[in-house]
């Protein structure tokens, strides 16, 4: 009787599913292929993935009833979507198998672009890169200017990937005004990256005009997703214009829209801005909350972005002040896993890229201006007087690096060896007071020097803050400007300048370097896990505005490389 219960309730069911179906593929069957091809793009580009799966289904079954091998193939491209890896790739090589009988020059590279796109949402970038290189390869030989189109822009964000912002930028502003062969869905997510891109490179007016009018229209039209994408962007921008009430307000939103409709990727990186605010405005619990929560979207997905290394940085850090061991121990383990894999694409990439890309594209250049010169004799001697002063400029240069590289290999291992050498002095067992006032003296007995229309009471006034400012190594913070500094003295800019210039042998700029560059040598050698950090981090730390500045003020100071000697530290650790 029992049997018979549980028998009668799945029949029920069954029953229901069955009604169910039908009503959907008789509604379905009203619609001819195009229409249904428009109405799974709308619910995948909405993520209404159940609704898109559908659709993909029935009109692969009723184009293989219907024997038309178009529409099949274009069946098995839907059916890819929203797949695990083996799923996914099993659809796209039974595309691959029926694309020998079509007549379609967007064959074989729609495939490699499919591949190329389903790897990078699977976070495997590598062979992301790969097959987009090899569909870029396909879609020029057909000259297909829609595919050439979409595998220069999947380039073009893997350069982002890489930090190469300013050639994203070139390659978006492009295909943003050249949109002959895109769709409206192209043109969008090439504004949306390139509103992302302008932030990249700090041109916060470009970005916001972009955000704004994505803002207008996809509210206007009730375009959810849009419009929580946009958003996302709008909460960044705030971020790095410092506005960091407006950039939780809209992020906050942002993220329970995210969260709520299971879109991972979105919902990371605006939980890691958000973190970024919340660093800001130092509610750590905040910040806390949000990179816990990315760490169990990244467990549950496996796909990693770069910023993650600053989220686990954080979370051990954290921990290591609350002295909770197993939890820092736990994200020291995970920073390590995800570096490890980040460290990997972040290679194979940075150097492909240039190889199978950058360097395909130059000796196209090349093979055009080579044309030109067989139609213009003239210009072909001028043309190999230019590449044979080019090649011995190759071999000078070639010849110069590996002397420089050795001289500053040099260099670092001289620098590391005194500070491992050096000992501590004893002014660094006395008090701070003591310590400032015995310094002071020091100078003041050694110079002699006398600077005009300064009283002694100030020049030694200000000696005093000086050693106050370098022991408490007030110096490593961000904006410190001759001015400032002067403020917070309370004496003038001018007078500052003056003792600087006079005890400290060096304009106030190099005075500010030297400082700096002197801690940054002490504690790469002495702390690993300062090493350990994205140059990026090390620089802010050190009060630089960009890694840049940092690298360029280290090399003037040390007459080494910033890489060269990190390098050389962890050798000599080995």
Known sequence: MKNLKYLFILLLIYGKYYSQNKVIIDTLSKYNYLELEDKFYNFKDNNKIKESKIIAKYYLERAKRQRKSNNVAEGYVFMQYNQNLATSLKYIDSLESISNELFDNRYPARIYLLKGKMYFDHDNEKLAFDNFIIALSHAKKNNNKRQIAIADLQIAYLNGYIGKHKETVKVLEHYYKNTEFLTP???????????????????????????????????????FIK????????????????????????????????LKNNLDFDAN????????????????????????????????????????????????DYYKEKKDKEKQLYYI???????????????????????????????????NII????????????????????LIALVVSVYRSKKSEKKYREIAQDLIKSINEKRPETEEKQEPEDFISSKVDDIAKTEKSVIRNISEDTVQKILTELEHFEHNELFLQKGITLSSLAKDFKTNSTYLSDVVNTYK?????????????????????????????????????????????????FRKKTGTILRTYIKEINQSLE
Do not use: W
């Not at 973190?275 to 496996?302: L, P």
């Open 333 to 367: 383990e995970r920073f390590l896993e995800v570096d490890k894999v980040l460290d990997s694409q972040f290679k194979y990439i940075s150097r492909e890229l240039p190889r199978k890309y950058d360097a395909p594209k130059l000796l196209k250049e090349k093979e």
């Open 371 to 390: 044309s030109d010169l067989e139609k213009k004799k003239y210009f072909l001697f001028s043309s190999l007087g230019i590449l044979l002063l080019l």
């Open 227 to 258: 419009y929580n994408k946009y958003l996302i962007l709008l909460g960044r921008h705030y971020l790095e214009t410092k506005n960091y009430s407006q950039s939780i307000s809209n992020l906050e939103t942002c993220k329970r829209y995210f």
């Open 505 to 553: 042998k060096k304009n106030f700029a190099t005075y500010l370097n030297d400082l700096r560059i002197d801690y940054a040598l002490n504690r790469l050698v002495k702390d690993k896990k300062f090493r350990s950090y994205k140059l990026t981090v090390v620089a802010d730390e050190l009060g630089y505005n960009n890694e840049q500045a940092f690298a360029s003020a």
């Open 269 to 316: 990186y605006t939980m890691l801005y958000l973190g970024e605010s919340y660093i800001k405005t130092n509610k750590k619990d905040k910040v806390v909350d949000n990179f816990i929560k990315i760490d169990s979207i990244i467990q549950k997905t496996n796909n990693t972005f770069p910023e993650l290394r600053d989220v686990y940085t954080y979370l051990v």
């Open 185 to 223: 869905q192209d043109i969008e997510h090439i504004k949306i990256s390139l509103a992302d891109a302008y932030i990249d490179i700090y041109e916060y007016d470009k970005a916001l005009k972009l955000i704004k009018e994505g803002l207008k229209e996809s509210s206007k039209n009730n375009e």
